[in-house]
């Protein structure tokens, strides 16, 4: 379709289109920008890039510290290094949302303006709590919205609570480009320096989802070029697939639901507890398996595997291709101590729940687990 168009065009770079063409990159744009409920978007290469952007955008300087929940993914700490910030790492609670008692502890005590707060695996924390420590501390507030694209707190879109959010289109996101990102914001000077600094050079008339010409003029001379645009080409994979992103979030949530329900159904297994007014995207799905020691769990993930059951583990003491846990990024520095947080991810299992999965399926993957666990447990 689309994308075989620009292909055979050539004009896969952003900026090279011809008279009277608005650039395919400009219009995912306008659309996502439509989509979040959001002034301005930026189409980035990354996730991760979007992140790094973000922290730059909204003045962090080489050295602040940066707030983050711990139970994240290897790019969300790698993101606050490559911006020159220092991560300071919370603790968080059962339900694997960042602990509030903690932020606010460490708001308190570390003197931080900005909390990077990953809404890890798409569980949103209380907001409002987390607004309100914001607010108190004025810190600035970005939102890694990886895993929430689609979902809602309390009626607000997830990536509406702070000054920038962040949204991943890579491969299993919930839209996917192999490899992409979002930026959006409301703060004008945020979403110039952002476009500045993904490579526009001064072609940034060719954003339609952007402030006005007078705000690059504030700020287009001393903001570096840190070139991480998206091309035409992911633009053109992207965009007819967010009229059905509604649609898919949905079909996840539909087998979340049967897996969740299969899996509280196993003694031993534990799992985490939704808000109600917490709308989510269910494409991953998280538990505990309470039944076994730490030291049973690689056996258990094995034997589960040998059945056909993908299982990724977060208490590993060592990272395994996606999954790692804070104690392995040494570039930080000494780990700080987070029992809550190493007590919460020992025994933590994590699934991924792709739509080429049907419900049979949903209700046949709890049945394995059950049984592999039962025979562990009794055996």
Request: aromatic share 8%; charged share 20%.
């Amino acid at each position: 379709g689309r994308a075989i168009e620009i292909l055979q065009s050539g004009r896969l770079h952003r900026y090279n289109t011809i008279a009277g063409e608005t650039a395919e990159a400009a219009l995912l744009e306008s659309e996502y920008a439509a989509y979040q409920e959001a002034k301005y978007c930026l189409a980035c290469a990354s996730g991760g890039y979007a992140l790094h952007v973000a922290l730059r955008s909204v003045g962090l300087q080489p050295g602040d510290l940066v707030l983050t929940n711990a139970y994240t993914l290897a790019p969300v700490p790698g993101a606050i290094h490559n911006a020159g910030g220092v991560p300071h790492l919370v603790e968080i609670d059962a339900n694997y949302h960042i602990d509030i008692a903690d932020l606010r502890a460490k708001a308190a005590a570390s003197g931080a303006k900005f909390l990077m707060l990953s809404h890890m695996r798409g569980h949103i924390a209380d907001m409002a709590a987390i607004v309100a420590i914001c607010n108190e501390f004025e810190i600035t507030l970005i939102e890694d919205c990886a895993h929430t694209m689609g979902a809602w707190w309390r009626g607000i879109r997830s990536g509406n609570f702070g000054r920038v959010a962040c949204f991943s289109t890579q491969t299993y996101k919930h839209i996917n480009s192999g490899e992409g990102g979002l930026l959006t914001t409301n703060d004008p000077i945020v979403a110039a320096k952002a476009i500045v600094h993904s490579g526009s050079y001064m072609l940034y008339g060719a954003h339609d989802a952007a402030p006005d010409t007078a705000v690059f003029d504030q700020i287009k001379l001393d903001t570096p070029n840190y070139s991480g645009r998206m091309d035409n080409l992911r633009a053109g994979i992207l965009r007819p697939q967010l009229p059905h992103l509604d649609q898919n979030c949905e079909r996840w949530n539909t087998r979340y639901r049967i897996l969740e329900t299969g899996l509280r159904a196993i003694d031993g297994v534990s799992m985490p507890i939704r808000a109600t007014h917490e709308k989510y995207v269910g494409s991953s799905i998280q538990f505990r398996v309470d039944a076994l020691e730490k030291e049973q769990i690689p056996a258990f993930l094995a034997e589960c595997k040998a059945r056909g059951v993908i299982i990724k583990w977060f208490g590993a003491d060592q990272p395994v291709a996606f999954t790692s846990r804070y104690d392995s990024w040494h570039y930080l520095g000494d780990a700080p101590t987070l029992p809550q947080t190493l007590a919460v991810l020992a025994k933590t299992c994590d699934m991924r729940v792709p739509l080429t999965f049907d419900e049979a399926d949903c209700q046949l993957l709890p049945e394995i687990i059950g049984e592999v666990l039962h025979s562990m447990a009794t055996g």
